[in-house]
């Protein structure tokens, strides 16, 4: 049983459900006193703006009411006066404020644990002394296993006409709320959702739906790897975007195809493989060669291009983006879900300053980061991708310093340095700090914070590696 969410808890509330229900089903006994725990630990992780003691209550899965009166029972059975506790003093402590020490007591035996794990109190105890904390399953690896495994099975299923829908809207709504949501919570969802489509393809299903199924699991399969770069994993990304591309063949759906092609892309760009980052993109234009799709990977490949020295190459690729996006007409994925896959003008602009900073030309990248960040000025909110308005602001930065004029760069650096901890991608850091050596200051200082704590640090911690895997760089495509 769960209380109805208030206004902005609706979210943090949506993602605690699903990571206790997900954690639940995975187990094969009843949860113990750890299980819950870990379940309260993830949940924090994902929406830290939550306190610790509510996120336990949470992890059981209690309403407020049901909480106060598991700690009567409590009381009772462990024979101790029962103390007039009400739903106000319980919301105030899940807000903020700190019980007394009679009630810290009594708290501490409903969940089992100290203070320190409720939020009621400070652990001083060096790093290097205190043991490993319960930590959350790797969520990433494990769905990137999960995604790269079932690709490979094409098989017979079942599912209702509603149901179907219901997904697809589903897909399409996450695919928007990447644009200006965190992208830890929302991997959670995303997820969820694979698993549903995941278990609808093992049912028997009319051979119509199968290929819908394959896609939305395929377009489930790239957010998930969007968002695995964003939170610095590179490996996962990159198997996540094998699957989707898988998906994308099975369900015979060139645009996903295509788009996967690209992710793959931007990983290897990121990974410094540019040749594979070129040749990914053009495997990609055989499927997809015209509209927003072609355009993305025509850029794909300049930016490729250009890290490769190859000047005319690269600038021949920028030209063809601009016919691909002149002469396609709009397709399934990149026109109808759009969201995170599609490529806007701004996003094309924005790319457009990349190749250009990369092959030595700063005053085109001024204009075109420039160009980019206007035309994302003028977006509505379902359009503006927070991410990569970041990224252009970053590389006009860059540009700037490249001409020498720190003044411009500081300008540019400014607005972005107030972006929150957990919208701070992977790759916006890894390109502020290539500007740290050239710029003095105050904002020397703030950079350094700024690029110390971001959300690769809060999904390092929320979603750790397996064990044997280093930690990678990469970023936003």
């Given at each position: 049983?769960?209380?109805?969410?208030?206004?902005?808890?609706?979210?943090?509330?949506?993602?605690?459900?699903?990571?206790?229900?997900?954690?639940?089903?995975?187990?094969?006994?009843?949860?113990?006193?750890?299980?819950?725990?870990?379940?309260?630990?993830?949940?924090?992780?994902?929406?830290?703006?939550?306190?610790?003691?509510?996120?336990?209550?949470?992890?059981?899965?209690?309403?407020?009411?049901?909480?106060?009166?598991?700690?009567?029972?409590?009381?009772?059975?462990?024979?101790?006066?029962?103390?007039?506790?009400?739903?106000?003093?319980?919301?105030?402590?899940?807000?903020?404020?700190?019980?007394?020490?009679?009630?810290?007591?009594?708290?501490?035996?409903?969940?089992?644990?100290?203070?320190?794990?409720?939020?009621?109190?400070?652990?001083?105890?060096?790093?290097?002394?205190?043991?490993?904390?319960?930590?959350?399953?790797?969520?990433?690896?494990?769905?990137?296993?999960?995604?790269?495994?079932?690709?490979?099975?094409?098989?017979?299923?079942?599912?209702?006409?509603?149901?179907?829908?219901?997904?697809?809207?589903?897909?399409?709504?996450?695919?928007?709320?990447?644009?200006?949501?965190?992208?830890?919570?929302?991997?959670?969802?995303?997820?969820?959702?694979?698993?549903?489509?995941?278990?609808?393809?093992?049912?028997?299903?009319?051979?119509?739906?199968?290929?819908?199924?394959?896609?939305?699991?395929?377009?489930?399969?790239?957010?998930?790897?969007?968002?695995?770069?964003?939170?610095?994993?590179?490996?996962?990304?990159?198997?996540?975007?094998?699957?989707?591309?898988?998906?994308?063949?099975?369900?015979?759906?060139?645009?996903?195809?295509?788009?996967?092609?690209?992710?793959?892309?931007?990983?290897?760009?990121?990974?410094?493989?540019?040749?594979?980052?070129?040749?990914?993109?053009?495997?990609?234009?055989?499927?997809?060669?015209?509209?927003?799709?072609?355009a993305r990977l025509h850029m794909l490949r300049a930016r490729a291009g250009a890290?490769?020295?190859?000047?005319?190459?690269?600038?021949?690729?920028?030209?063809?983006?601009?016919?691909?996006?002149?002469?396609?007409?709009?397709?399934?994925?990149?026109?109808?879900?759009?969201?995170?896959?599609?490529?806007?003008?701004?996003?094309?602009?924005?790319?457009?300053?990349?190749?250009?900073?990369?092959?030595?030309?700063?005053?085109?990248?001024?204009?075109?980061?420039?160009?980019?960040?206007?035309?994302?000025?003028?977006?509505?909110?379902?359009?503006?991708?927070?991410?990569?308005?970041?990224?252009?602001?970053?590389?006009?930065?860059?540009?700037?310093?490249?001409?020498?004029?720190?003044?411009?760069?500081?300008?540019?650096?400014?607005?972005?340095?107030?972006?929150?901890?957990?919208?701070?991608?992977?790759?916006?850091?890894?390109?502020?700090?290539?500007?740290?050596?050239?710029?003095?200051?105050?904002?020397?200082?703030?950079?350094?914070?700024?690029?110390?704590?971001?959300?690769?640090?809060?999904?390092?911690?929320?979603?750790?590696?397996?064990?044997?895997?280093?930690?990678?760089?990469?970023?936003?495509?």
């Amino acid at each position: 049983m769960t209380s109805p969410p208030r206004g902005g808890d609706r979210s943090a509330m949506q993602v605690a459900t699903t990571i206790r229900e997900r954690t639940l089903a995975g187990l094969g006994e009843p949860p113990t006193t750890a299980v819950f725990h870990q379940i309260a630990e993830e949940i924090h992780l994902c929406c830290p703006q939550l306190s610790r003691f509510k996120c336990l209550r949470l992890a059981h899965g209690w309403t407020v009411e049901e909480a106060i009166e598991r700690f009567h029972a409590m009381c009772d059975r462990e024979q101790i006066k029962r103390r007039g506790l009400t739903e106000r003093s319980w919301r105030e402590w899940e807000a903020g404020a700190r019980p007394d020490r009679e009630y810290t007591d009594l708290l501490c035996r409903l969940y089992e644990t100290g203070p320190v794990q409720l939020g009621f109190a400070r652990d001083y105890t060096p790093e290097e002394l205190r043991r490993p904390r319960v930590t959350a399953p790797d969520l990433i690896t494990t769905a990137a296993q999960e995604a790269s495994e079932h690709a490979e099975r094409v098989e017979t299923s079942e599912i209702g006409d509603s149901a179907l829908e219901r997904l697809r809207t589903q897909v399409i709504w996450l695919a928007r709320r990447y644009v200006w949501e965190a992208p830890l919570p929302l991997f959670v969802e995303m997820r969820a959702l694979q698993e549903q489509a995941r278990r609808a393809l093992e049912r028997r299903i009319h051979p119509s739906q199968a290929g819908e199924l394959y896609f939305l699991a395929g377009a489930l399969s790239g957010l998930m790897a969007n968002a695995s770069m964003d939170m610095g994993r590179r490996v996962p990304a990159d198997t996540l975007a094998r699957a989707a591309w898988t998906y994308g063949r099975v369900a015979g759906h060139p645009s996903l195809m295509g788009w996967a092609r690209g992710m793959q892309a931007s990983v290897a760009l990121w990974d410094k493989r540019y040749e594979d980052a070129a040749g990914y993109a053009g495997d990609g234009l055989t499927h997809l060669s015209r509209g927003q799709g072609g355009a993305r990977l025509h850029m794909l490949r300049a930016r490729a291009g250009a890290m490769l020295g190859w000047t005319r190459e690269a600038e021949d690729e920028m030209l063809r983006a601009a016919d691909a996006r002149e002469s396609g007409a709009g397709d399934e994925l990149h026109d109808g879900f759009a969201g995170e896959f599609a490529f806007r003008p701004a996003k094309h602009a924005y790319y457009s300053a990349v190749a250009h900073l990369h092959l030595g030309q700063p005053a085109l990248a001024i204009e075109r980061a420039r160009t980019a960040l206007d035309l994302y000025g003028e977006e509505d909110r379902q359009n503006r991708s927070y991410g990569c308005e970041a990224m252009a602001g970053a590389h006009l930065a860059v540009a700037h310093l490249m001409e020498d004029d720190p003044e411009g760069a500081e300008q540019a650096l400014t607005p972005l340095l107030e972006l929150p901890p957990e919208r701070r991608i992977d790759s916006l850091a890894e390109t502020l700090q290539s500007t740290r050596p050239l710029l003095r200051g105050p904002l020397v200082d703030r950079l350094e914070g700024f690029c110390a704590v971001g959300l690769p640090e809060s999904a390092a911690r929320a979603l750790p590696e397996a064990a044997g895997h280093a930690p990678h760089q990469e970023g936003r495509p």
